[in-house]
């Protein structure tokens, strides 16, 4: 299992380099958050990238996940998958993100049989919504996929959608903790945190 | 340097695999050509992905290549940069394939200063087209980019196109070299060879 402690010196190092911001911010789907994560950044800090691949990577192992391929969401997590797959010696798919502007390119590359496994990983879930089209293409190749890990479940309908899609969610962090380590080490205070929370909680 | 048993046991491990072809093959440009090159299925063999990583990166360490940035170009080379970047701790950047269909999103992604260095990863460079408009990218947001090392250079046209563009090619693997591999391991003969041989040198 990941350390908890490792956890919180990477939620306090992505504060640190403004990956998790804490505000008032509205998201695509209209809903406010206290809680903006965006880990598009993480790529420019290597040792917060590390701490990323090294914590999914740690939880597949840990959590003995039984899969053949790996899969990345493009494009945060594409990068993390690489690494990983780089690391641990696991053959890859890659989904392409942009497969309508080039019709004579192949939607997923790589190489499969029908019936095998494919873990997909993502940076951030909301409502899985992503996650769920990159699943469906999967199946549409006679893939299958039951588990799906995210470095940040944002908590609201991701584990529910993809649970109707028979795939789990294993998240490394969610809001709440988040929420829980910026109160802990004095980067909100107790009101900000109880305001913050309700909103996850709505 | 990287090591030359190193390379031919790359290129043997490649045609062995089919990423490397020996036929006749049309090109986009219509060019004919003997040796077919698509490093897209590299993600699906971890030893050969992981041999692709390392002779890039023992590349850039041995010829101790300057620059604060590492940026490679989607979608194979992505991988693989994402695996150096995490093997060697350098920052990344990101550049999107299809900026144009997501308008709110940046076309580069990650950290930068003005006057950074940038070093460009490729997997295949043939007239370097796609490579120079990566640069071009760059450049426009203030990025320099004295370098760019490619897994196989076609030797076509793409070191003189850099060249006029202040950007040194460095390629790992050349298209006579995997030439030169193939008849010495038996694969092709001398006719096979010389004909092959015409073609690139046309």
Do not use: W
Request: glycine share 6%; proline share 1%; charged share 25%.
């Amino acid at each position: 299992m990941s350390n908890q402690l490792q956890l919180e010196a990477l939620i306090l190092a992505m504060y640190d380099k403004d990956i998790i911001k804490f505000g008032l911010f509205t998201l695509k789907s209209g809903k406010e958050s206290y809680v903006y994560v965006d880990l598009r950044t993480t790529i420019s800090f290597p040792s917060i990238y590390k701490q990323v691949c090294d914590i999914l990577s740690d939880y597949i192992k840990d959590n003995q996940l039984k899969f053949d391929l790996l899969l990345g969401i493009p494009y945060s997590a594409l990068t993390f998958a690489s690494s990983i797959g780089y690391k641990d010696n696991i053959p890859m798919l890659l989904k392409r993100k942009e497969a309508k502007a080039y019709g004579t390119k192949k939607l997923l590359e790589g190489e499969y049989k029908q019936g095998d496994t494919c873990l997909l990983i993502e940076d951030v879930v909301t409502t899985g919504g992503s996650s769920i089209e990159s699943l469906q293409v999967l199946q549409e190749h006679g893939i299958k996929v039951t588990d799906l890990v995210c470095l940040v479940d944002r908590q609201s309908t991701a584990k529910a959608n993809l649970q109707a899609s028979n795939c789990n969610l294993h998240s490394m962090i969610t809001l709440t903790q988040i929420l829980e380590v910026l109160r802990k080490h004095g980067k909100i205070n107790d009101a900000q945190y109880e305001q913050a929370i309700k909103v996850i909680e709505q």
